[in-house]
């Protein structure tokens, strides 16, 4: 391409250029509501990503022991299984309390005021909602899928 056949006119001076804006209105809504976040708002983004991928991991039926506190107390149980149920998913999981003495993840057994409830009386297995579950899970150990 010959140079002297494109000659663009730029404007002399800031006052005589012509803004003009080509991003569609939604992408611009978008990056203002980003300018808008605050570093809060990002980390409760991060949280829910990592939320999220524990799900997924969950959801693939890995063995795994997940570390529980209510601020106060700690506790592990046992993860068995994840399943959805209307717009959250319900981990269940077995407890290793004796089946009278119930669950730490009982209303009345936990500060967090978390509300288990029995799944399968025979094999000692309770359920809990995720969110209720991200509320007092602290650790999750994975065991390899050999272990199973």
């Given amino acids: 391409m010959n140079t002297e056949d494109y000659s663009p006119e730029w404007p002399?001076?800031?006052?005589?250029a012509e803004t003009v804006d080509r991003k569609p209105a939604?992408?611009?809504?978008a990056q203002d509501q980003l300018a808008t976040k605050s570093p809060r708002d990002y980390d409760d983004d991060v949280q829910y990503v990592s939320q999220m991928m524990t799900l997924?991991?969950?959801s693939k039926n890995y063995m795994c022991v997940m570390g529980v506190s209510d601020g106060?107390?700690?506790h592990t149980v046992n993860f068995c299984k994840l399943?959805?149920?209307d717009r959250q998913y319900v981990v269940v999981y077995s407890e290793v309390?004796?089946?009278e003495r119930g669950t730490f993840l009982q209303k009345e057994k936990n500060a967090a005021g978390?509300?288990?409830?029995?799944?399968?009386a025979k094999e000692r297995l309770w359920a809990v909602t995720h969110t209720e579950l991200?509320?007092?899970l602290v650790a999750v150990t994975y065991f390899p899928e050999e272990s199973q």
């Fill in 12 to 16: 002399n001076n800031a006052e005589d």
């Fill in 134 to 136: 991200f509320r007092v």
């Fill in 114 to 120: 978390v509300c288990a409830r029995l799944y399968d």
């Fill in 83 to 85: 399943y959805p149920e």
């Fill in 56 to 58: 997924v991991k969950l």
């Fill in 97 to 99: 309390w004796p089946l």
């Fill in 72 to 74: 106060y107390t700690d």
């Fill in 26 to 29: 939604e992408q611009m809504e």
